[in-house]
């Protein structure tokens, strides 16, 4: 009998808040992992955009404090 084994996968969180200047960057160093997910604290500028064009999948929320 041969048994499957499957690979841990590996996921990246970024938080951010108005980091349009640097989230590009953020997500290009971390392309090697499976799933990138970003928690946006609402931001004012085009940081969920950018994180969305770098295939991040982006939640925007208000951040609790």
């Known amino acids: 009998m041969t048994s499957i084994s499957t690979l841990p996968t590996v996921a990246?969180?970024?938080?951010?808040?108005?980091e349009?200047?640097?989230?590009?960057d953020c997500l290009r160093s971390v392309q090697w992992v499976d799933e990138v997910?970003?928690?946006?604290?609402e931001s004012r500028d085009r940081t969920a955009d950018l994180a969305r064009a770098c295939g991040a999948k982006?939640?925007?929320r208000p951040w609790p404090g």
């Open 20 to 24: 349009e200047g640097n989230i590009q």
């Open 12 to 18: 990246c969180v970024v938080i951010t808040k108005n």
């Open 58 to 60: 982006v939640s925007v």
């Open 37 to 41: 997910i970003v928690v946006d604290a």
